[in-house]
């Protein structure tokens, strides 16, 4: 017999504190496989920023840098333009790349910075205890949205792949889901593409990966997959943006 | 006298709102009350624990370096707080979950298996309240009466039914021998 | 008084404000003031209100100029990372002289640093973490009814002096409950703000707030303007309390640890040491002469704080070489212990007041 | 043939295993208790494993290693 | 005979600071011709921003703010959500909203804010001496790409309507050209709409006007005017990018 | 000595970077210290080196951040308000020991304020504009040499004490041309950057750059370890002129206001007064021993600044008391003028040494 | 019949309306500098003009009145 | 002697590098030398001016709050620094714009229609070089040779072959009775 599944190498034995059910751990899984698979773990750099994952360094074995709030494509673009050589990665969070981090992911993208964005979009803020994200659903509740989000007061949510997608810099950009097996796979290629893109020197590339907040939506972590097909796939369709037919 | 209370276990317990409702029936009974959480993100799925004082005169530090009551959920819990406890302190332990006594010997223990109890009376939530009904026999923390009260102005409306049973999770812990 | 509440810290900044006739926030979240967000997105929708969660502090400081620029009540809050990037806002609103309540739950730094409780952000409040010479109001609570005292106060002094009053906290006044007896009406003043912009209707001068002056004599005559405003609040708005005003070695400490002092004041005196407290309510205008009252019969100083000593340069410049000062200081969200000060006062006591 | 195997300290009792196991073979150990605090998943008849690995696919932290 | 042209009332008399030719001037009266026609200087608050405009104050005759550099939209918010009866706008350069407020620009847009943006592209920054800007076209020279604007380096163009046209916040975007008589009026029209779409209450709306710098460009204003025509236009497409069909 | 050229101080601190290995600049334009930007953009790409223009003077931090995580020679320049943006920025730098080298050409504040020189964020750079306890070394150059050569140190203190050195100049010294004199070869001191995360090419444990610790305890130690850092860099750092050392009265100042000072000491010797200069070269670490050094013979000393009164506080805390200390500031973007200093030095001759 | 009105004070010299004008007769005056250090532009021959208002409309100073 | 120049004019009318070329100049000729230009957006369409110093010594002030030689391209700026100069001073203005003479009697003054003669040289941009003719003609500012080498550096290489004619227009300044 051998062994057909295990927990990849470029993760840390490290046990992760996310909460029960939580898909950041898939995510990371995921980074993970493909620094495995493309073995590029020795000379990946990968970018945490703050949102629940703030301390991935703990589970990544690649070195790390911790960024400020929303400012990894910043600090991405520091490393990679410092280091060509190397591969550099950011992890984050709806609240961290699409709300304070807006003009950093923005531009990092319209420049066609040679970096790989991993874009966890749970739409809420996990970490600070479930407020609204930028993401977040209309009528969907949080501590900031107690009677549900109203277009008319909090705005609307943002297509963060959709938008970028109109600038010319990204080369690849995909939304992808974890709430199923079958999408997990699919999202695993859609990561390990992403950091072929870069190794390529293709240009920007971006994953979001629909994920859940078991948590901060009160749902169990099963419910909580099916909120992410019911819901918000609906509104945050999956597909590729840009670079469809980029082979790498 | 100053009750200087420790409450500390995992998060979901119910550490949290023990303690808050404790100072909220110390409040009731006319007294100085302070509460203070631990917060932040390590409690998800971690430990929970916080600072009561309830006081004849003004509290000074609701900050808590050494305690003389302590209520203790899980054994990490007890490891940490064991050793701040004064001497002649008293420790409230849920021994359903804590699998050991206290190691010193110049403080007063008490060990009851409130979890099993709960899971008893069908609800492991009121674990936290047997607990409290110990510590308030022992020391008289807060009057019986006032933590009635307090729990109905600390639980939301539609939890108020559940508060004979509440108060009957307190009797067991205060009987408990 | 009126109604008493056991409340958090943070949920009594909301409340207060929205009692001074607040009713509108703009703000971004972060540990551990998240309470205040939290409680004005419920409440203020309820009394005709705006709460709006702000995509970054940066836009949140940039909302209440807004606000603050029409004449509205408006305050903001946030902790340490957070008030770092509203520093540009903040020399704006001095520099245009916007009156605005600004919130800073501290917590330990420097960087992402932690969420425990913290003082370490005292010079950027005090001293002026954003570019130029202005200063802002701060006030440092030390319990949750203070909180709630304290932050009605600000929008008075916000409005009286067109300018920053800051709240500065820790996250332990913020996360904590205590009792809070709430006023039945707020003693709210009330300002003609002639110069906000809401629209001239045709029938006034344009109103402009603005912070540039390119000809420097012009810049510099704003500018002293602003130092005049500031020497009034100094001579007007010291606020600080003294306790046990004989004693022979004081304890400077402010916010929280003012309270672990009071603690320390009591075990001092068991054991003959006559120790007091002098705890500065306002940070800046920083209360000198609160030192001139003790000084006479003050042997030495010991100032307390959660941070590598920063309010110790003004004890420092306060007593001038005066009296000999000391200090003992925790960081990382470590919080002075009562034993640790009795041990410095001891030591203060040997040295100075036993063989005097 | 094929078998998993649980790191059952690892395990926080999420289900989300115990939901996609086409065979159904999954379940909470609600006499257990992990060191976090936590009922973990185990298997409850091995021999009806397919080792088709939707189990440890979905598993977010890593508890289960698949052989085949 | 009777004035068939002179200044709106909403213009000040204070002599405008700008350089020859330069058409932040025709903007300026294009806005103040809207606050005319439709009668509302009286109840307009202005933000000015950072850029050769800083002072527009000086020049609008309106109640202004001047915001720190790239947060007009930000501000414009704290006003419009204090004061939802007055009418509020911002003006802005391509460097103050493109990039420094980024951010701002794309949240007040996605809040579908009730504020109107006056947006002025001269793909340059002309207030600090002709530095590069989000919008500089490819090859073009600025002080920071002396050998030319390459995509490689210095990354793309952003193209602000067509990015922000992707978030369900904005009612009205159109970009329209100063180079010519016809484009001026056109241009008139949209800065009128954009006004009226506020009032309505309808949500956001934006209007680029492509503009020029003779200064920084090195060229005659005449010759800038060609340039705008020639080589901006066919990289910044004019026209309606949302709420086409909108009545106002 | 080599090359002389008549150059702008800001070309000169650009050039200087690049002499001293540093070959990745990013930056935001902002007056008046544009020419860096200028410089750089012109000059590294053909030397190899990436300059940069950030979509902001947040996001230029953050990219200094990460590559100097890098371990490479890295610059960003500014000037006041764009400085205030990089708190954040500059206080996770501290809390991760990052070397990084910051240029702030000061203009007058606040807010938008104007683009004349000052002083006036002193107490930004020096006490700690972000959040949490840090530190920062500040080089105040007063000259176009000084600019070249301090620049080039800034990146060996930077490597040498793994956080931000900030060069600190006003709005004249950036713009104004002077004679440079370049070394033939630069001292540049090469540093093993362990730390640096580069990739671990699976040879090495993983490298992390991070400034946070939830742990209070591990906060706490981080914290102490950085202090003892700054007492040690305190303790030999410090840098300093001492002009005409046996004067009665002592003017304290930086930058270009040293070199008016010291046209009013000749001034001054031409009417009996006998006045001298006290120059810290470091802002932060302040020198205070200077002061010990002139202490005895000294009667007064005279603080010039183009601010409200910054350093003065520092100038007062090295003295303690121990010798009257006045003071006179212009802001706005109006320099101090000989005449009116003379004016003061006048005074407090008259008051201090003329009847003693 | 038509007129136009330059405040030649306010005028920067830039020529964008003798561009513009389809009756070609504004010019600029060499021979005069105002205040502002500009030849400010002027019409040729009043009698051609128009009332078009296209140097009106293009002019960034708003030099030009039109009336007809 | 320190000579403290103040240069001053319209925007694009040279006299930032008419500043720049003395203090070029002054360094060649061995000289401690600076040059503060005013910067910044006011200049644009507005004044430009600039304080140049040349000394045998160290430069202590690059920042003049006085001159002692003081060259005027327009007239605001000869209403501005006129009052700047000090007794004995030199100022030197270009009549063909300014239509004033400086109104103290205690400062030497120099009227040349430089822009004139510029232009009928053929370009109007040397019309600083003529003021600075008459400038180093009566102070000795730089020399001349000096200046002529000056030149050579500052102006950029296709621009070389004016410096004969811009040398004829410094002869022209400093013969101008
Ligand atoms: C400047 C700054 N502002 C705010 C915070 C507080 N903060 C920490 S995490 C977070 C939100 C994270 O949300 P998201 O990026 O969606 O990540 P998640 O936790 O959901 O994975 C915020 C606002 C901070 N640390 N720094
Ligand atoms: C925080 C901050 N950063 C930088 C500047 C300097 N600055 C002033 S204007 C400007 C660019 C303006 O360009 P743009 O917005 O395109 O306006 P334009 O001048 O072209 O009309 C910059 C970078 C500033 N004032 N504040
Ligand atoms: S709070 Fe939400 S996002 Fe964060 S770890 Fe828990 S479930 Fe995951
Ligand atoms: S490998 Fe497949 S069949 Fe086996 S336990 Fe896992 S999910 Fe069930
Ligand atoms: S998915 Fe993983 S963590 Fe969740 S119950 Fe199954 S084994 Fe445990
Ligand atoms: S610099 Fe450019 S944008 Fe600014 S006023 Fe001059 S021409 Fe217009
Ligand atoms: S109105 Fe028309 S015709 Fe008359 S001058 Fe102007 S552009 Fe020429
Ligand atoms: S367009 Fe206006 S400013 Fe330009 S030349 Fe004509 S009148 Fe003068
Ligand atoms: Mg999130
Ligand atoms: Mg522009």
Same mark, same amino acid.
């Given at each position: 017999?051998?062994? /057909?599944?295990?927990?990849?190498?470029?993760?840390?034995?490290?046990?992760?504190?996310?909460?029960?059910?939580?898909?950041?751990?898939?995510?990371?899984?995921?980074?993970? &496989?493909?620094?495995?698979?493309?073995?590029?773990?020795?000379?990946?750099? %990968?970018?945490?920023?703050?949102?629940?994952?703030?301390?991935?360094?703990?589970?990544?074995?690649?070195?790390?840098?911790?960024?400020?709030?929303?400012?990894?494509?910043?600090?991405?673009?520091?490393?990679?333009?410092?280091?060509?050589?190397?591969?550099?990665?950011?992890?984050?969070?709806? %609240?961290?790349?699409?709300?304070?981090?807006?003009? &950093?992911? /923005?531009?990092?993208?319209?420049?066609?910075?040679?970096?790989?964005?991993?874009?966890?979009?749970?739409?809420?803020?996990?970490?600070?205890?479930?407020?609204?994200?930028?993401?977040?659903?209309?009528?969907?509740?949080?501590?900031?949205?107690?009677?549900?989000?109203?277009?008319?007061?909090?705005?609307?949510?943002?297509?963060?792949?959709?938008?970028?997608?109109?600038? &010319?810099?990204?080369?690849?950009?995909?939304?992808?889901?974890?709430?199923?097996?079958?999408?997990?796979?699919?999202?695993?290629?859609? /990561?390990?593409?992403?950091?072929?893109?870069?190794?390529?020197?293709?240009?920007?590339?971006?994953?979001?990966?629909?994920?859940?907040?078991?948590?901060?939506?009160?749902?169990?972590?099963?419910?909580?997959?099916?909120?992410?097909?019911?819901?918000?796939?609906?509104?945050?369709?999956?597909?590729?943006?840009?670079?469809?037919?980029? &082979?790498? | 006298?100053?009750?200087?209370?420790?409450?500390?276990?995992?998060?979901?317990?119910? #550490?949290?709102?023990?303690?808050?409702?404790?100072?909220?029936?110390?409040?009731?009974?006319?007294?100085?009350?302070?509460?203070?959480?631990?917060?932040?993100?390590?409690?998800?799925?971690?430990?929970?624990?916080?600072?009561?004082?309830?006081?004849?005169?003004?509290?000074?530090?609701?900050?808590?370096?050494?305690?003389?009551?302590?209520?203790?959920?899980?054994?990490?819990?007890?490891?940490?707080?064991?050793?701040?406890?004064?001497?002649?302190?008293?420790?409230? #332990?849920?021994?359903?979950?804590?699998?050991?006594?206290?190691?010193?010997?110049?403080?007063?223990?008490?060990?009851?298996?409130?979890?099993? #109890?709960?899971?008893?009376?069908?609800?492991?939530?009121?674990?936290?309240?047997?607990?409290?009904?110990?510590?308030?026999?022992?020391?008289?923390?807060?009057?019986?009466?006032?933590?009635?009260?307090?729990?109905?102005?600390?639980?939301?409306?539609?939890?108020?039914?559940?508060?004979?049973?509440?108060?009957?999770?307190?009797?067991?812990?205060?009987?408990?021998? | 008084?009126?109604?008493?509440?056991?409340?958090?810290?943070?949920?009594?900044?909301?409340?207060?404000?929205?009692?001074?006739?607040?009713?509108?926030?703009?703000?971004?979240?972060?540990?551990?003031?998240?309470?205040?967000?939290?409680?004005?997105?419920?409440?203020?929708?309820?009394?005709?209100?705006?709460?709006?969660?702000?995509?970054?502090?940066?836009?949140?400081?940039?909302?209440?100029?807004?606000?603050?620029?029409?004449?509205?009540?408006?305050?903001?809050?946030?902790?340490?990372?957070?008030?770092?990037?509203?520093?540009?806002?903040?020399?704006?609103?001095?520099?245009?002289?916007?009156?605005?309540?600004?919130?800073?739950?501290?917590?330990?730094?420097?960087?992402?640093?932690?969420?425990?409780?913290?003082?370490?952000?005292?010079?950027?409040?005090?001293?002026?973490?954003?570019?130029?010479?202005?200063?802002?109001?701060?006030?440092?609570?030390?319990?949750?009814?203070?909180?709630?005292?304290?932050?009605?106060?600000?929008?008075?002094?916000?409005?009286?002096?067109?300018?920053?009053?800051?709240?500065?906290?820790?996250?332990?006044?913020?996360?904590?409950?205590?009792?809070?007896?709430?006023?039945?009406?707020?003693?709210?003043?009330?300002?003609?703000?002639?110069?906000?912009?809401?629209?001239?209707?045709?029938?006034?001068?344009?109103?402009?707030?603005?912070?540039?002056?390119?000809?420097?004599?012009?810049?510099?005559?704003?500018?002293?303007?602003?130092?005049?405003?500031?020497?009034?609040?100094?001579?007007?708005?010291?606020?600080?309390?003294?306790?046990?005003?004989?004693?022979?070695?004081?304890?400077?400490?402010?916010?929280?640890?003012?309270?672990?002092?009071?603690?320390?004041?009591?075990?001092?005196?068991?054991?003959?040491?006559?120790?007091?407290?002098?705890?500065?309510?306002?940070?800046?205008?920083?209360?000198?002469?609160?030192?001139?009252?003790?000084?006479?019969?003050?042997?030495?100083?010991?100032?307390?704080?959660?941070?590598?000593?920063?309010?110790?340069?003004?004890?420092?410049?306060?007593?001038?070489?005066?009296?000999?000062?000391?200090?003992?200081?925790?960081?990382?969200?470590?919080?002075?212990?009562?034993?640790?000060?009795?041990?410095?006062?001891?030591?203060?006591?040997?040295?100075?007041?036993?063989?005097? | 043939?094929?078998?998993?195997?649980?790191?059952?300290?690892?395990?926080?009792?999420?289900?989300?295993?115990?939901?996609?196991?086409?065979?159904?073979?999954?379940?909470?150990?609600?006499?257990?208790?992990?060191?976090?605090?936590?009922?973990?998943?185990?298997?409850?008849?091995?021999?009806?494993?397919?080792?088709?690995?939707?189990?440890?696919?979905?598993?977010?932290?890593?508890?289960?290693?698949?052989?085949?």
């Amino acid at each position: 017999m051998a062994i /057909v599944f295990q927990k990849p190498k470029a993760l840390k034995d490290t046990p992760m504190h996310y909460c029960p059910g939580c898909t950041h751990g898939i995510a990371h899984r995921l980074v993970a &496989e493909a620094l495995d698979e493309l073995d590029i773990e020795g000379k990946t750099i %990968g970018i945490a920023s703050v949102g629940c994952s703030y301390n991935s360094y703990d589970y990544f074995g690649c070195d790390m840098i911790q960024a400020p709030h929303g400012r990894a494509p910043a600090v991405a673009t520091g490393v990679k333009r410092s280091k060509p050589d190397n591969v550099v990665f950011t992890y984050q969070g709806d %609240g961290d790349l699409a709300a304070i981090g807006t003009a &950093e992911i /923005v531009h990092a993208a319209a420049r066609g910075e040679k970096i790989t964005v991993i874009f966890i979009n749970n739409t809420i803020y996990g970490m600070t205890s479930g407020q609204m994200a930028p993401t977040t659903l209309l009528n969907q509740y949080s501590t900031t949205t107690p009677y549900g989000r109203i277009a008319d007061q909090h705005g609307f949510p943002i297509n963060v792949c959709e938008m970028l997608a109109t600038l &010319e810099g990204p080369a690849y950009i995909e939304r992808v889901s974890l709430h199923d097996v079958k999408h997990i796979k699919k999202a695993k290629q859609a /990561v390990k593409k992403a950091f072929k893109v870069q190794i390529a020197n293709k240009g920007f590339s971006l994953v979001e990966l629909l994920s859940t907040c078991p948590t901060n939506w009160g749902l169990s972590p099963v419910e909580s997959l099916k909120r992410v097909e019911d819901d918000m796939i609906p509104h945050y369709p999956l597909g590729v943006f840009k670079g469809k037919d980029l &082979e790498v | 006298m100053v009750h200087e209370v420790i409450l500390a276990g995992f998060g979901g317990q119910g #550490i949290l709102s023990a303690g808050r409702l404790l100072a909220e029936a110390g409040m009731l009974d006319g007294n100085h009350v302070s509460w203070l959480p631990s917060y932040g993100p390590e409690m998800r799925g971690g430990t929970a624990n916080c600072n009561v004082v309830v006081s004849k005169t003004p509290v000074d530090s609701p900050v808590l370096n050494s305690c003389n009551e302590l209520v203790i959920m899980n054994k990490p819990s007890l490891d940490k707080f064991e050793t701040m406890v004064e001497k002649g302190g008293i420790v409230i #332990i849920d021994s359903s979950i804590v699998d050991r006594d206290v190691k010193r010997d110049d403080i007063n223990s008490f060990l009851i298996p409130a979890t099993n #109890i709960a899971s008893e009376m069908g609800n492991m939530a009121f674990a936290n309240i047997i607990l409290l009904g110990k510590l308030i026999k022992e020391r008289q923390t807060v009057s019986v009466e006032n933590f009635e009260k307090a729990l109905y102005a600390v639980l939301s409306e539609r939890k108020h039914h559940l508060i004979p049973q509440e108060m009957e999770a307190l009797k067991i812990g205060m009987d408990y021998k | 008084m009126g109604q008493k509440l056991l409340m958090k810290g943070n949920e009594a900044i909301a409340e207060a404000a929205i009692r001074a006739g607040c009713l509108h926030y703009f703000g971004y979240p972060i540990t551990p003031q998240t309470e205040i967000s939290h409680y004005m997105a419920k409440k203020l929708p309820k009394v005709g209100g705006v709460f709006l969660q702000a995509e970054s502090e940066v836009a949140a400081i940039n909302m209440v100029y807004g606000s603050g620029s029409t004449g509205t009540r408006v305050m903001t809050s946030s902790s340490s990372p957070g008030i770092s990037l509203k520093q540009e806002g903040l020399s704006y609103i001095a520099g245009s002289q916007i009156p605005a309540v600004v919130v800073n739950i501290v917590r330990s730094g420097p960087g992402l640093g932690g969420i425990q409780p913290a003082q370490s952000d005292y010079f950027q409040s005090c001293k002026g973490g954003g570019h130029g010479d202005y200063r802002q109001i701060v006030l440092a609570p030390s319990s949750v009814q203070e909180l709630y005292e304290l932050t009605v106060e600000a929008f008075n002094l916000a409005d009286r002096y067109r300018m920053v009053a800051m709240i500065m906290g820790d996250g332990n006044l913020g996360q904590m409950m205590e009792v809070v007896e709430f006023r039945n009406e707020e003693p709210i003043e009330h300002y003609d703000k002639q110069w906000a912009t809401v629209g001239h209707e045709n029938s006034r001068e344009q109103n402009v707030v603005t912070s540039i002056h390119l000809n420097p004599a012009v810049l510099e005559k704003m500018n002293l303007d602003l130092q005049e405003k500031y020497r009034v609040i100094k001579e007007k708005e010291c606020r600080y309390e003294i306790y046990n005003q004989d004693a022979d070695i004081f304890i400077v400490a402010y916010g929280i640890v003012a309270r672990i002092a009071k603690s320390v004041i009591e075990m001092a005196k068991d054991k003959g040491i006559n120790v007091g407290l002098l705890r500065p309510i306002t940070l800046w205008p920083f209360p000198d002469q609160a030192f001139d009252q003790v000084i006479d019969k003050a042997k030495a100083f010991l100032t307390v704080e959660m941070s590598s000593g920063q309010m110790l340069e003004d004890v420092k410049l306060a007593l001038n070489g005066r009296k000999p000062v000391y200090f003992h200081g925790r960081m990382g969200g470590m919080v002075p212990a009562r034993d640790d000060i009795m041990k410095e006062i001891r030591n203060i006591y040997n040295l100075h007041v036993k063989n005097d | 043939m094929a078998k998993v195997t649980f790191i059952s300290e690892k395990c926080k009792g999420c289900e989300l295993c115990v939901n996609v196991c086409p065979k159904h073979i999954i379940a909470m150990n609600k006499q257990n208790l992990n060191e976090k605090g936590y009922h973990p998943a185990y298997v409850t008849d091995m021999d009806k494993c397919i080792g088709c690995a939707f189990c440890a696919t979905i598993c977010p932290d890593c508890v289960i290693i698949v052989e085949k």
